[in-house]
């Protein structure tokens, strides 16, 4: 076993020789996630422009290598094994341009800079712009499809494109982006909100857990139905844990990381809080978490 894992490490070192960034093996994922778990990444790569990401994932492809795209590290669950490949972080393609009545992003940028342009709806949403767009990001006054004009993304066969905002096929916290693996490397954004960002803040702020590492909402909310918080809530809930793994007894719909939890107490637990909410209310709750789990 060790000796396929020199090997597949090797054979991803010699594919990124060439390309501008940084490079570390064993890198711990859970220094990266908002959730605080995760073990390490065979290998992980920060490139410094998008055309780097780019030949990184297509190399990542042709050569057969699992390969995952990180961005803020919210919204995500690495295992505990880690994982066994490339990750590519976005972390170090932040830059945000505003020609005329158009904001072009790149995928590392904070989503959080938006706001400042007229984007208010999203402010207090963790992560970058590119997982943002992936999710179709936003609150209760908006998401970003409502600002979105264009999406460059890389294809699965490691191509670059560029996307309208209905080839994306954005849905609630889902998109065509998400579903075929693509990932973002830079958008274009229209500035024509309204909403109080100050206002969203207060709000979120009033209603969600802020002291303790989670992933942001766990669940999808039922297309027909109660939010998914009001069911896991009603079912009695809040304040169950596994492990270092708990319910919150703010939002119900937030699972946290009380220490040293690990992702085997986070999936005991999700399996708990569906378990019980399909036995309560005849309900299955959809994963809005993404789980990393290559082959």
């Known amino acids: 076993m060790a000796t396929v894992a020199q090997d597949l490490t090797g054979a991803v070192l010699w594919g990124l020789r060439d390309l501008p960034g940084r490079v570390a093996l064993t890198e711990p994922l859970h220094r990266h996630t908002t959730f605080r778990i995760g073990g390490p990444a065979a290998v992980m790569y920060w490139p410094t ?27 995500v669950l690495f295992l505990d094994r880690g994982f066994p490949g490339l990750v590519l972080s976005t972390r170090g393609m932040r830059g945000i341009e505003v020609n005329r009545n158009e904001v072009r992003a790149q995928a590392g940028a904070p989503l959080s800079c938006l706001v400042r342009y007229g984007m208010g ?7 970058t712009v590119g997982g943002a767009v992936v999710m179709n990001a936003g609150t209760k006054h908006g ?20 996307l309208t905002v209905a080839d994306c096929e954005l849905r609630y916290r889902d998109s065509a982006l998400r579903r075929l693996g693509w990932p973002v490397l830079s958008v274009g954004l229209r500035p024509t909100g309204s909403v109080d960002p100050q206002r969203v803040l207060k709000e979120r702020r009033g209603s969600q857990p802020t002291e303790a590492a989670s992933a942001g909402c766990v669940f999808r909310n039922p297309p027909d139905g109660p939010p998914a918080g009001w069911l896991i809530d009603r079912a009695g809930l809040k304040g169950i ?3 270092d793994a708990v319910v919150s007894s703010v939002h119900a719909n ?28 005849g309900i299955w709750l959809g994963l809005e978490l993404d789980v990393v789990a290559p082959l």
């Open 49 to 75: 422009e998008s055309g780097a990401l780019v030949e990184a994932a297509r190399w990542a492809r042709e050569a057969g290598v699992p390969c995952h795209v990180l961005g803020g590290g919210s919204n």
């Open 121 to 127: 709806a999203l402010a207090g949403i963790p992560g």
């Open 143 to 162: 998401c970003i499809e409502q600002h979105l004009r264009w999406v460059r993304a890389v294809d699965g066969r490691g191509r670059l494109r560029k």
């Open 241 to 243: 844990r596994v492990g």
């Open 254 to 281: 937030f699972i946290y990381n009380a220490g040293q939890a690990g992702a085997s107490d986070v999936l005991a637990l999700i399996e708990r809080v569906r378990c019980r909410v399909q036995q309560t209310f």
